[in-house]
């Protein structure tokens, strides 16, 4: 959602236009504050700590690892026998949504990195166009989440309906019209920073980013930052706390009807009876998925609005800044554990999605072992190649003498050994056969 903390720790640097830039500068800050405070000294101190940990070590981890799973859920979702859902469609699309997040979230993360944090490249990347590519790619997913948790719901209560509605081809339409509209919703974030040059006292030229005329407006800060938050954290997670709980009762309300209809003495036939439980399945999956990121994203949101009270009550203290900003560190290693955990439910609760992957692992499995025994009995033709051009056709059979002209004996055909190296030898045995002892070729 749009008020990720994409970089991890800062309170003001993200879609809550309502902080001020000078909160930015205070949060951006990685030296000590100049107050005297014992208290802010070790708040900062634990501030500089989190950082190290979370920043440094963790979200590097968890970007690593939630990308190569992500991959493999697209890997696993697009094979031709999982593209007959709709639900299998978005998905893989948030899986899409999943892997650009955590690899443009890490980008952020670089400023903690003081190598990377002052050049003149990052300084125009961060803030112009990272933070909204970022913010994009968040904003994409929860809408992703609350469709197909809304088809869920149709597909399940109203099952006629859904089998008109919840198609693949309806899929397709609604997730490009999703990721569209979440694009242009956050098109404005693009426009809120301008890069600066300025020269130092050693005349070198300095990159800062400042904000623009457009952040600075009330009329933006207000206006567009309720609507984003709006659009993008609370009616999204008030929708999915509803949809998931009438979700929660109609798969309680099935499993009662179906122990009921195996106490009688008619019920279905096997088949049918495989297919409503791999769809109970799929439905008890998606309710995971969407738990997983209520726990995961409410803390944000919730950091969130009690940040815009204390703006506008103006109680945004350097103490509380400074916890917040620590808090902040957690809760987006949160977003992206949250990014990163979907494999493990979709191996857990979908049959269907566990026999794919052990397909897929069988056959590069398969293709290695192939191409292996393809190599060895092409080392295994070249070397009888060698072995028919170098040696006459006397070897390995019975040894034949051809008659002299002059004296009307028999002699034995020489052997030659051209093309053979000195680990190859002919030795003749004492029944007079000739056996080829082979060595590596030149």
């Known amino acids: 959602m749009c008020c990720h903390l994409v970089d991890g720790d800062k309170v003001a640097v993200q879609s809550d236009h309502n902080i001020t830039y000078q909160m930015t500068q205070l949060s951006d800050?990685?030296?000590?504050?100049p107050a005297d405070?014992?208290?802010?000294d070790d708040l900062y101190f634990h501030l500089q700590r989190t950082r190290f940990v979370i920043q440094k070590i963790l979200v590097p981890i968890v970007v690593i690892v939630g990308v190569v799973l992500n991959c493999i859920?697209?890997?696993v979702l697009t094979q031709k026998v999982m593209r007959t859902s709709s639900t299998n469609f978005y998905l893989t699309a948030l899986a899409c949504c999943d892997v650009l997040y955590l690899i443009f979230g890490l980008t952020m993360g670089l400023k903690h990195y003081e190598s990377i944090k002052h050049t003149s490249t990052y300084a125009r990347y961060r803030l112009p166009f990272g933070k909204p590519i970022?913010?994009?790619?968040s904003n994409s997913g929860v809408w992703i989440t609350l469709t197909f948790t809304i088809e869920r719901y149709i597909g399940v209560c109203y099952p006629m309906k859904g089998k008109v509605i919840c198609t693949p081809e309806r899929a397709k339409i609604i997730t490009l019209i999703v990721v569209l509209t979440a694009a242009i919703i956050t098109v404005p974030e693009f426009f809120e920073w301008v890069t600066v040059e300025t020269l130092d006292a050693n005349n070198?030229?300095?990159?800062?980013?400042?904000?623009?005329?457009?952040r600075e407006?009330?009329?933006?800060?207000?206006?567009?930052?309720?609507?984003?938050?709006?659009?993008?954290?609370?009616?999204?997670?008030?929708?999915?706390?509803?949809?998931?709980?009438?979700?929660?009762?109609?798969?309680?309300?099935?499993?009662?009807?179906?122990r009921a209809m195996a106490k009688m003495p008619v019920s279905q036939n096997d088949r049918q009876e495989r297919q409503q439980r791999e769809q109970q399945r799929i439905t008890i999956m998606l309710i995971g998925v969407v738990l997983v990121f209520l726990l995961c994203q409410m803390p944000q949101a919730i950091q969130n609005l009690y940040i815009t009270y204390l703006q506008v009550s103006d109680n945004l203290t350097p103490t509380r800044l400074h916890i917040l900003t620590i808090t902040a560190n957690v809760f987006n290693l949160l977003v992206m554990l949250n990014s990163s955990a979907n494999f493990l439910l979709y191996s857990f609760f979908s049959m269907k999605f566990r026999r794919t992957f052990k397909r897929i692992c069988c056959r590069c499995l398969l293709r290695a072992s192939n191409m292996d025994h393809m190599f060895s009995e092409a080392e295994g033709s070249k070397t009888n190649l060698i072995l028919?051009?170098?040696?006459?056709?006397?070897?390995?059979?019975?040894?034949?003498?051809s008659p002299n002209s002059r004296?009307?004996?028999?002699?034995?055909?020489?052997?030659?050994?051209?093309?053979?190296?000195?680990?190859?030898?002919v030795v003749k045995q004492k029944n007079g056969y000739l056996e080829v002892q082979q060595g590596s070729f030149v």
């Open 29 to 33: 800050s990685t030296e000590a504050p």
């Open 73 to 75: 859920n697209i890997a």
């Open 204 to 214: 070198n030229t300095k990159v800062s980013v400042r904000p623009s005329a457009l």
């Open 217 to 258: 407006a009330d009329a933006y800060k207000w206006g567009y930052t309720y609507v984003n938050q709006a659009l993008f954290t609370f009616l999204p997670l008030i929708l999915l706390l509803v949809f998931n709980s009438l979700l929660v009762r109609a798969v309680m309300r099935a499993t009662q009807q179906r």
């Open 37 to 40: 405070d014992s208290e802010i």
């Open 407 to 425: 004296s009307g004996s028999f002699a034995t055909p020489r052997l030659s050994t051209v093309g053979l190296n000195n680990k190859t030898s």
């Open 388 to 401: 028919q051009t170098t040696l006459p056709p006397t070897v390995g059979t019975s040894p034949r003498k």
């Open 134 to 137: 970022t913010d994009t790619c």
